[in-house]
DNA sequence: GGCCCTACCGTACGCTGTACGTTAGAGACG
DNA sequence: CGTCTCTAACGTACAGCGTACGGTAGGGCC
């Protein structure tokens, strides 16, 4: 047969079939159904039904991929509508939104925190999508009296515990409720006499675990923060939260 | 000496010389020495003098040894001395502690990082040195007189930011003021009518960057808020922190 | 002395990312 | 139509990874 099948010669792909979009949208799907774990330029390659170096034409290499199918996500990202209301509420609306961004597809949750393991952070920038929402959060601290140090503090400080609940939320993926019940397992097991409280509270600490509801829990924490500072500038009660001197 | 320098045969280790806890030792310092990108059982095992199967004498795998590690410095952890005072300052005080544990050693940094990467989190407890600090501060949550479900929560929140704000700061290390400067540039560099705040920021916003003092900053917003807080049995303002009843 | 147990080790397999050089097909031009 | 060029797509190769498997030698025991 004129069919040489030997051990998989690919019948060469056309000419212009490929393209970063294409491949970037292939790479997302394959990190929301078979996880990071199991991605790689070969499987990525072979579910485009390509070889593995073509890939190279569109990224030169696997970061720089990575690197735009997150701003690929994030620059798709449409902030929730303005709802109006108090600042600190519509605040709590546009973090919750970002929550939802990262919580919402596995691939974003795992690209996250590749870029967080990341050694040398090159020359990724600062998720370029979601900017008019962190444009927006500082619209409201400011709008709020709040002063230029305290608000770009007070954003940061908003975005890396989103992010760090994000991330959290990714370990318990699938088997919620099988996780939870392991985690609590693992806590009742410890010593009742040292640890009575963590025994005692077993329940509720697993119950925390679940996502959605303890991340609103901070941010709320969080928010009402916020609001009792109150006024930034005669800041300076002795038990109080003082403006951070710690080395 | 009578080396046979053919290709490396080594002269076969004595008979007792390893143990987990000098791999252990030998992995931590490689970690912090050469970074998390650099480490390999191979290379772990070089610098032990040992050919890389002996270590899968005393850890079935790489991740299971990544746990002991962890599990390791963990459990060496002392928590700062208590000092007194009102429970949010004696909290505070713990929490800066966990803080300066995640951040003080680069290797432990890049456990968290990589624990958190992982898609099966296997039978890795929960930090099961950092116990006693878990303790500590549920008993001032609850000696302050929050209740059950609402302390749990309080603490992992916590402990969430913690970890988010450790994990952000490892990836600022080394360079830390070049690294604020490209930051700062990148902001800058936006388009000043979209978002006028974060390019007037972003100095500010640039500053906040610097690990230790954000997270004294946001942490302090957390224990204002869980102070505000106040009777927590008597919550249900319009708008202000509900009982977290989202999804 | 002889034996066994096991700590240590060498080899090998399948996987990874990607450097490098090759090839073929589309578009431009005579 | 023929030919030339440019480059998207490709195959091969390499160094390195984690680790399964089986071998080997040396300390402890009878």
Redesign the interface.
């Known amino acids: 047969m004129s069919e040489q099948s030997d051990t998989g010669r690919r019948p060469r792909t056309p000419r212009n079939t490929l393209s970063a979009d294409l491949i970037l949208d292939t790479a997302l799907r394959l990190l929301d159904e078979r996880?990071?774990?199991a991605f790689s330029m070969r499987a990525l390659a072979e579910e485009l039904g390509v070889g593995t170096m073509a890939l190279y034409t569109y990224f030169r290499s696997k970061e720089e991929l990575f690197c735009a199918a997150r701003d690929r996500v994030f620059g798709r990202y449409a902030p929730p509508p303005r709802t109006g209301?108090?600042w600190?509420?519509q605040l709590r609306e546009a973090c919750?939104g970002l929550y939802q961004l990262f919580t919402g597809r596995p691939s974003v949750l795992q690209l996250l925190?590749?870029q967080?393991?990341?050694?040398r952070?090159a020359e990724q920038?600062?998720a370029v999508g979601a900017?008019?929402t962190?444009?927006h959060m500082?619209?409201l601290l400011?709008g709020a009296g709040i002063g230029?140090?305290e608000?770009?503090?007070?954003?940061?400080?908003l975005v890396?515990?989103t992010?760090?609940?994000a991330?959290?939320a990714?370990?318990?993926r699938c088997t919620d409720a099988e996780?939870r019940r392991r985690?609590q397992a693992?806590?009742e097991s410890?010593s009742a006499e040292?640890?009575?409280?963590?025994v005692d509270?077993a329940p509720?600490?697993a119950?925390?675990?679940e996502s959605?509801?303890?991340y609103?829990?901070?941010l709320?924490?969080?928010?009402?923060?916020?609001?009792?500072?109150g006024s930034w500038e005669a800041a300076g009660r002795d038990?109080?939260?003082?403006p951070?001197q710690?080395?």
Chains 1, 2 share one sequence.
């Open positions: 996880g990071l774990d209301g108090p600190h509420r919750l925190a590749e967080h393991r990341a050694e952070p920038g600062p900017v008019a962190m444009e500082l619209g400011r230029r140090e608000a770009a503090r007070a954003q940061t400080a890396q515990y992010v760090g609940a991330l959290r990714g370990r318990t996780q985690f693992r806590l410890l040292d640890f009575p409280l963590i509270l509720e600490l119950a925390a675990q959605t509801t303890q609103a829990f901070g709320d924490l969080i928010l009402a923060g916020l609001r009792t500072a038990d109080g939260a003082p951070a710690s080395d």
